[in-house]
């Protein structure tokens, strides 16, 4: 891979990960806080949903270093190495992480007897949104351990071939 766009794509993972800690820290609890202001029965869900709010950005963010690291093994042309498959399970795991959250949340917001102000469809919306995410979550996972399957062929590939050299 050239080095001109594995700076690019470590660039863009400073970006999304300083703005995931802005997101963290300003974004996410002050939106919430707007919402309770706004309609004080959401109050007693304030807390938790800002929690989990945090950690499913904290989850990308730790996907994001994991990427990191296997662009670093990359540069150093060590991708086919049982290093490699350390920095692929952090991804799966952050992403499974998530995942539940997101299965959480849309549990809770469907089954959880939520007011909503008159006329409103935030809740439905936001089952919508965590459902949606459930989705792109599970898809993601697949995707991954697939991609994980064909590292470890390539890896032992690899092996084999050193072995005849």
Do not use: N
């Amino acid at each position: 891979m050239h080095k001109y766009f594995i700076a690019l794509l470590r660039a863009g993972i400073v970006i999304a990960v300083l703005a995931g800690v802005f997101g963290q820290l300003v974004v996410i609890p002050a939106a919430a806080a707007d919402e309770v202001d706004r309609f004080p029965p959401y109050a007693p869900f304030q807390a938790a949903y800002v929690t989990v709010a945090i950690v499913g950005v904290a989850c990308v963010q730790i996907a994001l270093v994991a990427v990191w690291m296997l662009l670093a093994m990359v540069d150093r042309d060590a991708i086919f190495t049982s290093g490699a498959f350390r920095w692929v399970d952090v991804i799966i795991g952050a992403a499974g992480v998530a995942t539940l959250l997101a299965f959480g949340v849309a549990g809770h917001l469907s089954l959880a007897e939520i007011p909503e102000p008159d006329g409103s469809m935030e809740v439905l919306s936001a089952l919508a949104g965590a459902t949606a995410c459930v989705g792109l979550g599970a898809a993601f996972l697949m995707l991954v351990v697939v991609m994980r399957t064909l590292l470890r062929k390539a890896t032992d590939l690899q092996a084999e071939i050193a072995e005849v050299v």
